[in-house]
């Protein structure tokens, strides 16, 4: 993100990062927190809010930096409280952030990529193909700028209570940008959240799932679908690059038995990977690592020839890894009546 003077962002800077552009100005050390205080814990947007930084200083931020924070381009509202966010990241690129209240609960999947290389059949961001990966200042963007102000006549929207990196792109893509924003999201002088409240969702990038692993304690997510070698390539082309063998070994080695949480996404597609042969498969992929499995209704896509499997057939094969000792859950399915599907409304426009 940069502004069309040139002017570079601030948010997505570490506290050094900060502290940098502070002494660089030839302002005092502190600075740099007071930065990200504003930033980060009361999410300012103009230079002028800063009231505890001196005139003379806040001038000489404004001259040669802007904060980052960009409005939302637009937004679509689901009957059942979903909301789609589109924001333009430049060059004619917009990516999506979808914010997803659920009673206690306010969620954001948030993008870190604008298109994505993985290509998976199933996925409407995957066919726009990959165009650019996103800076840490447009990443926290998303998490900084929703929900946004309630317009008038409006109820204002939770404040978000998790995170998912789980919209547009592969997150474990961008780990360079990814992993400054897990730091601003996580440590004291930033936005403070516990990293229980964080997930990353993955294909099984390797090895910068084990990069992520040991260097954050967020949960993981990983896109799993079929157990099925030959499968999951035609459905998930990364599949030849990251075997999914490959990345449940990676997996065995670290503890999820605790407070941080593995999961396995599975999308069900009606007479693909909806029967027991497929749980059973399933179930010796998992072995004994301790994770949980998250069944997930598809939302059909144009041009894409799979289809949701019967509700039924998904109480089935739920029930069927229960009864094995595997935690399996059906996933709520939202916001259907707004082009949910990651990637659908942000190529609907460019």
């Not at 939302?72 to 059942?80: E, F, H, L």
């Not at 998790?162 to 547009?168: I, R």
């Not at 601003?184 to 964080?198: E, F, H, L, N, V």
């Not at 039924?312 to 859950?329: D, P, Q, V």
Request: proline share 4%; glycine share 8%.
């Amino acid at each position: 993100m940069q502004s069309s003077d040139n002017k570079l962002p601030l948010i997505g800077l570490t506290h050094d990062g900060l502290t940098k552009v502070a002494l660089s100005g030839g302002m005092p050390k502190f600075v740099g927190r007071q930065l990200a205080e504003w930033l980060y814990k009361k999410k300012v947007s103009d230079f002028d809010e800063m009231i505890n930084i001196s005139k003379k200083n806040r001038e000489w931020l404004a001259a040669n930096y802007v904060t980052g924070r960009e409005k939302p381009a637009s937004r679509m509202k689901s009957v059942d409280g979903t909301v789609k966010y589109l924001f333009n990241v430049g060059s004619g690129r917009n990516i999506e952030s979808v914010y997803i209240p659920d009673r206690d609960r306010a969620t954001l999947c948030v993008s870190s990529q604008a298109g994505c290389k993985m290509n998976c059949y199933f996925c409407a961001t995957g066919r726009l193909g990959f165009k650019a990966n996103l800076t840490a200042a447009q990443i926290i963007n998303q998490i900084l700028s929703i929900p946004p102000v309630a317009a008038k006549g409006e109820t204002a929207a939770q404040e978000l209570t998790n995170v998912v990196f789980m919209g547009m792109g592969e997150p474990l893509d961008n780990l360079d940008a990814l992993l400054p924003v897990i730091e601003i999201m996580t440590a004291q002088w930033g936005m403070a959240w516990s990293p229980k409240r964080i997930t990353v969702s993955t294909v099984g990038k390797l090895p910068q799932l084990k990069d992520l692993l040991d260097k954050t304690q967020v949960h993981v997510a990983v896109s799993v679908h079929t157990a099925d070698p030959s499968e999951r390539e035609q459905l998930m082309p990364a599949q030849k690059a990251f075997p999914i063998q490959s990345v449940m070994r990676v997996l065995a080695g670290y503890d999820f038995s605790h407070q941080r949480r593995l999961s396995l996404e599975y999308i069900m597609w009606r007479g693909v990977n909806d029967d027991i042969a497929h749980a059973d498969q399933l179930i010796r992929l998992i072995g004994n690592i301790d994770c949980r499995v998250n069944l997930i209704r598809f939302h059909a896509i144009p041009d894409v020839e799979l289809h949701p499997c019967s509700e039924e057939r998904m109480l089935m094969f739920r029930n069927y890894l229960n009864s094995k000792g595997i935690t399996a859950t059906i996933r709520s399915s939202r916001g259907e009546d707004i082009m949910a599907a990651c990637g659908m409304l942000a190529g609907k426009n460019g």
